[in-house]
């Protein structure tokens, strides 16, 4: 049995609690919980049955847990990754790994050193129509890649916002590119293959925050196929999607429903059998766009770290999604495509006013 401590009480926490302190993951419960805030601690305690703390390597200390879950705002994912690194267990950290390129590798670095696994959440790739779009690329169903679109279309009203001083800000937070629509960047780049270039704009259209809450861009993949993304929490009155397609030259597929879960088209020019099941057999939306993704994740880390298997997407693979994401950012702040690789000049994602 893994059991797992969790850094962070908020909103995505309730997530892992639930799977972990109901035992709905096979080989894994709750250790402890941990949060700045005494009373969410202590509440968040309760609900779950575990015991609670206020500092996280203190939690460390007396739960002794096998797997330490970083469930913090963003800006903060490394500041406690390095710090809880030393205890030399496994770490999961939620999306996206961090806001700098910086502070993923030093992330990296750190739990190289202390020889500690680290675990980037990107839950969709286990959603199951995603698994299946995997299998039909690594099959090479598609032939040439000609174009990969994403389209977030949430809604995040004012009070989302207003919630938690965190969220909206370039410090700790960044805009629907950073926050929502990170993991319909990783979905992209890990279908079509490395970026090439970038050409973004955004805006913030409905909130009043200090980041973008819509965005567009236009990517080169270094396949030559091309690449759009689309993604707003601007859409009303309710979310409406989170979507992927993928063209290639054999083949079309698209995964739309609120957290792409559900196979809206499979169509190849050489059918093979089972085919015609996998519309039917790949749709199941989930109530929320969280999505179910988190169960089969946490599976994956408890498979990982039992067999002492490689994390499929580990801080090397998490940090490729966000040097695409810190592109877009550059795009948009300097008003010029932006090549891969490349240094932020620009960009104010993860840095306060007054930075360098
Ligand atoms: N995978 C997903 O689909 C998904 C969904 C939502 C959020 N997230 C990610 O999860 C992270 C947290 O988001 P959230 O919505 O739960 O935020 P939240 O504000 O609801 O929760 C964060 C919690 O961390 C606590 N915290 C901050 N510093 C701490 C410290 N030093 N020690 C202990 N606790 C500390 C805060 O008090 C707060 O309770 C973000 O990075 C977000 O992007 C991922």
Not at 130 to 154: H, N, P, Q, Y
Not at 181 to 190: K, R, T
Not at 237 to 265: C, Q, W, Y
Request: net charge neutral.
């Amino acid at each position: 049995m893994l059991r797992f401590a969790l850094v962070g009480c908020g909103r995505i926490a309730h997530r892992h609690a639930q799977l972990l302190a109901d035992k709905h993951v096979a080989g894994a419960e709750l250790a402890g919980v941990c949060d700045l805030i005494p009373e969410r601690a202590a509440e968040f305690g309760k609900k779950y049955g575990a015991p609670h703390y206020t500092d996280m390597d203190e939690m460390v200390v007396a739960s002794k847990p096998d797997v330490i879950s970083v469930l913090t705002p963003s800006g903060l994912h490394a500041e406690h990754v390095i710090r809880l690194s030393r205890h030399g267990k496994p770490i999961v950290c939620e999306k996206p790994m961090a806001l700098t390129l910086d502070d993923a590798d030093a992330m990296i670095r750190a739990c190289d050193k202390a020889r500690a696994k680290l675990f980037i959440v990107k839950q969709n790739r286990w959603n199951r129509p995603v698994v299946k779009l995997r299998e039909a690329l690594e099959s090479g169903r598609f032939g040439k890649l000609v174009m990969g679109t994403i389209r977030v279309r949430w809604c995040r009203t004012q009070e989302y916002y207003d919630h938690d001083p965190w969220r909206g800000t370039w410090r700790y937070d960044g805009g629907i590119l950073a926050n929502q629509a990170s993991h319909h960047l990783d979905l992209l780049e890990w279908m079509m293959g490395e970026v090439e270039s970038v050409f973004a704009k955004s805006s913030t259209a409905l909130v009043n925050v200090e980041t973008e809450d819509t965005a567009v861009a236009v990517l080169r993949f270094t396949s030559g196929a091309l690449g759009v993304v689309e993604a707003t929490t601007a859409t009303r009155p309710k979310d409406l999607e989170g979507s992927l397609s993928i063209l290639g030259e054999k083949g079309t597929v698209e995964i739309a429903g609120f957290a792409v879960n559900e196979m809206r088209h499979w169509n190849f020019v050489e059918p093979i059998p089972g085919d015609v099941d996998v519309l039917a057999t790949h749709s199941v939306n989930p109530p929320n766009v969280y999505g179910f993704g988190h169960h089969a994740y946490l599976e994956h880390v408890v498979d990982a770290v039992v067999n002492d298997k490689a994390a499929l997407v580990d801080g090397l693979e998490g940090r490729k999604s966000l040097e695409l994401m810190t592109a877009l950012y550059e795009s948009i702040e300097s008003a010029a495509e932006v090549k891969l690789r490349f240094r932020p000049r620009w960009s104010r994602l993860g840095r306060s006013k007054g930075d360098t």
